[in-house]
T-cell receptor, first 111, second 115 residues
Framework: LAKTTQPISMDSYEGQEVNITCSHN???????ITWYQQFPSQGPRFIIQ???TKVTNEVASLFIPADRKSSTLSLPRVSLSDTAVYYC????????????FGQGTELSVKP | DGGITQSPKYLFRKEGQNVTLSCEQN?????MYWYRQDPGQGLRLIYY???????QKGDIAEGYSVSREKKESFPLTVTSAQKNPTAFYLC??????????????FGSGTRLTVV
């Protein structure tokens, strides 16, 4: 499973775009890059998943360059409620893949 | 609504006691997982089960036991052999092996405190 590296923490202000970059140099060919969001005392929640190029949903965008050694989660116009820990993981879709969580990035959004 | 239910939300245990954490899902998912989270840390995998009547150890299985007698249920027992059981425990499920699986659905967690 891919080992991922993310910044420990980030600060932002309401209304700004936030980009969280994740490094995954040894990602496997069949790994999908998956991001989760976790609020205090709650279980993580799936945000977005992609294999390469760009994926966008109602919550975020995910940019994955051609070499797939990194990925960037983009949160447009964050609000105070986006304050959470964000995890980047490699996930093997068709193999009942185990999710291995790193420490994640603690995002703090200020007024 | 489909989802995962963990109970209780808070649990207190005396040293030397075994306690069982409940996890039930009505998503018809084949695979279920137990994670432990300590303050300021990521999640660590305790046990997982890909199918009924079968389960595998994760990275920190010592001091824990599980059973998977029904598809919808995956209880976790924290035994007295677990030296530092105070933590936040999370249960998750996924569609399972061989399916186009986007990821896990997590429960809301059980906070266990040893008193």
């Amino acid at each position: 499973l891919a080992k991922t590296t993310q910044p420990i923490s980030m600060d932002s202000y309401e209304g700004q775009e936030v980009n969280i970059t994740c490094s995954h140099n040894n990602i496997a060919t069949n790994d999908y890059i998956t991001w989760y969001q976790q609020f205090p005392s709650q279980g993580p929640r799936f945000i977005i998943q992609g294999y390469k190029t760009k994926v966008t949903n109602e919550v975020a965008s995910l940019f994955i360059p051609a070499d797939r050694k990194s990925s960037t989660l983009s949160l447009p116009r964050v609000s105070l409620s986006d304050t959470a820990v964000y995890y980047c993981l490699g996930f093997q879709r068709n193999q009942g893949g185990k999710l291995i969580f790193g420490q994640g990035t603690e995002l703090s959004v200020k007024p | 609504d489909g989802g995962i239910t963990q109970s209780p939300k808070y649990l207190f245990r005396k040293e030397g006691q075994n306690v069982t954490l409940s996890c039930e899902q009505n998503l018809n998912h084949d695979a279920m997982y137990w994670y432990r989270q300590d303050p300021g840390q990521g999640l660590r995998l305790i046990y997982y089960s890909q199918i009924v009547n079968d389960f595998q150890k994760g990275d920190i299985a010592e001091g824990y036991s599980v059973s998977r007698e029904k598809k919808e249920s995956f209880p976790l027992t924290v035994t007295s052999a677990q030296k530092n059981p105070t933590a936040f425990y999370l249960c998750a499920s996924s569609i399972g092996q061989g399916f186009k699986d986007y990821g896990y659905t997590f429960g809301s967690g059980t906070r266990l405190t040893v008193v």
